[in-house]
């Protein structure tokens, strides 16, 4: 499904501040994988999610999807196979249109869009049963800006928005970071539910390590712009957090120290 060859990114190369974002990585994603990724800050994560996006190119390497490379294709046009959510509610929407509105927007993604108007009445009913499935009333509020919602609420949006279209990979770049506790856990549960009903196959960023060992079927943890640990899912199933700290420290040499991991 998703396969990466050798990829490798500097940042500011023959600079004092010449950094390795990504380092040879070498990465594959079968069809219905659910991938947890977990690492300090500056292990390569986001470069990681901005390579398959298109925002960014590697410097060496390749990136397919069914086996066809993707690298020379700009972010739009890869917008047909990969749906992402942000770790910003205010991103992945537009606040000044309403829920309709962003949602035919989401609806035509990868497709040309021309003129015609976006919603009619078989589109708007989809729309309300699509968001009745989020279980928190935004059905009933279709006309409403989105610019109006709550974060939890927009996040929930971007997260139906982004796999409306049931994209081949989905990827969720730490989408509950920004929000409260009972709202984030509002927002996992949902991500959880949604892409095991579409089988989505799925490579989500998260800073708690308690959130990438429940969910999915496979962990790979970053450091330093590799990946240090790939679990699979039958190691997984008896993994706990300090389990996942020692063998983060057995095989860098040192403690993850970020304030922004979350234990638990």
């Known amino acids: 499904m998703l396969k990466l060859d050798n990829v490798s ?3 500011n190369p023959g600079t004092p501040d010449e ?12 069809a219905g994988d659910f991938v947890t990724v977990i690492g ?20 060496l390497g390749d990136a397919r999807i069914e086996g066809s490379s993707i690298c020379q294709l700009p972010e739009y046009q890869r917008a047909r196979w990969i749906g992402r959510v942000f770790q910003d ?28 108007f976006g919603v009619n009445a078989a589109r708007r009913n989809l729309f309300r049963e699509q968001l009745s499935r989020l279980g928190i009333g935004l059905e009933n ?33 730490e989408h509950t970071a920004a929000l409260d506790p009972a709202r984030a856990e509002l ?28 969910l999915g079927n496979r962990l790979i943890m970053m450091d330093k712009g590799s990946i240090i640990l790939d679990i699979d ?3 997984k199933r ?27």
């Open 141 to 173: 509020r279709l006309r409403a800006k989105v610019g109006l919602l709550s974060g939890g609420e927009r996040q929930a949006l971007s997260l139906l928005m982004a796999t409306f279209t049931q994209p081949q990979i989905l990827l969720l770049d």
């Open 233 to 235: 899912e039958e190691r």
């Open 40 to 59: 300090s800050n500056g292990a390569g994560k986001s470069t990681l999610m901005n390579i398959i996006s298109g925002v960014m190119k590697p410097d």
């Open 89 to 116: 509610p205010m991103a992945g929407t537009a606040p000044h249109m309403t829920i309709e509105e962003n949602l035919a927007m989401a609806y035509k993604r990868g497709q040309s869009r021309g003129l015609a």
């Open 187 to 214: 927002i996992t549960k949902l991500t959880d539910n949604i892409v095991r009903e579409m089988k989505l196959t799925t490579l989500m960023v998260t800073h708690n390590m308690e959130q990438a060992i429940r």
């Open 238 to 264: 008896d993994l706990s957090v300090e389990r996942l700290l020692g063998e983060f420290e057995a095989i860098s040499g040192h403690k993850l120290a970020d304030d922004r991991i979350v234990l638990g």
């Open 19 to 30: 950094k390795i974002a990504l380092l040879g990585i070498d990465l594959e994603l079968k």
């Open 9 to 11: 990114k500097l940042f």
